[in-house]
């Protein structure tokens, strides 16, 4: 975001990022798990665009637009990646199995791209803005409100369905309510200001990021334990 960046300078390059993620969920199949985070992510970031368009809902728009737009690239950058971070792998890998459900593939998204992208993202913004992250902390939080409830609108819409009933298949319900999204976001906030700390400390800051992926892959990968298809469906 440059300098002066004015409100509707700041909406475009979030609208930018609206329209990168429309076109990937419109381009792939709706069984693609890609695709059902990529649209989950697109309501938070259209709900993010909308705030910034209007104006007054965060203190520091700038910072914000910008970590929204280095944010969004990660996830971008490791669709088309040679080697995508640890994190993203298992999506990526099963995207297509027909024994993971799509809420499954919503929440692994949110997981990889919340515990791993968001805090290399708020530390690269940080760096960019010359703040720290105490400054973008209130905004930061200001967030979870959005995220929180496209969160509860994605269990909603993708919980799958059987003879009109919501499906309470122990399995699933047991894997779903291990994971939140307020706890990944203050886990997120701790990762970032811990790599904050080390960012004058290459090597230090290269294996608590690597660690860090590492971690947030394997939670990944027990988000997308195949289930299949649930009362006979």
């Known amino acids: 975001m440059a300098p002066g960046a004015t409100q509707a300078d700041r909406a475009?390059?979030?609208?930018?990022?609206?329209?990168r993620l429309r076109g990937l969920v419109a381009a792939l199949?709706?069984?693609?798990?890609?695709?059902?985070?990529?649209?989950?992510?697109?309501?938070?970031?259209e709900a993010l665009a909308a705030h910034l368009a209007a104006g007054g809902y965060f203190k520091n728009p700038d910072g914000v637009a910008r970590l929204d737009v280095l944010f969004a690239g990660r996830f971008l950058d490791a669709?088309?990646?040679?080697?995508?971070?640890?994190?993203?792998?298992?999506?990526?890998q099963l995207r297509l199995h027909p024994g993971?459900?799509?809420?499954?593939?919503?929440?692994?998204?949110?997981?990889?791209h919340i515990e791993h992208d968001l805090p290399l993202a708020v530390v690269d913004a940080c760096t960019l803005?010359?703040?720290?992250?105490?400054?973008?902390?209130?905004?930061f939080h200001r967030v979870?409100?959005?995220?929180?409830?496209?969160?509860?609108?994605?269990?909603d819409r993708l919980m799958p369905v059987v003879d009109g009933e919501l499906a309470v298949a122990?399995?699933?319900l047991h894997l779903l309510s291990a994971w939140s999204i307020e706890r990944a976001r203050d886990a997120a906030w701790a990762s970032a200001a811990t790599l904050w700390e080390l960012r004058d400390r290459p090597d230090a800051y290269r294996v608590a990021a690597e660690a860090l992926d590492d971690a947030t892959g394997l939670v990944c990968r027990c988000l997308l334990t195949p289930l299949g298809p649930l009362g006979g469906a």
């Open 144 to 155: 979870n409100d959005l995220l929180a409830q496209v969160e509860e609108e994605v269990r």
């Open 170 to 172: 122990e399995p699933l």
């Open 79 to 92: 669709l088309t990646a040679r080697r995508p971070p640890a994190c993203w792998r298992p999506l990526l």
């Open 12 to 19: 475009a390059d979030v609208g930018a990022v609206v329209a």
């Open 129 to 139: 803005l010359g703040c720290s992250p105490d400054e973008l902390s209130g905004d």
């Open 100 to 112: 993971v459900l799509p809420v499954q593939f919503a929440l692994c998204g949110m997981n990889a």
């Open 29 to 45: 199949p709706a069984q693609d798990g890609v695709a059902a985070f990529a649209a989950a992510y697109l309501t938070v970031t």
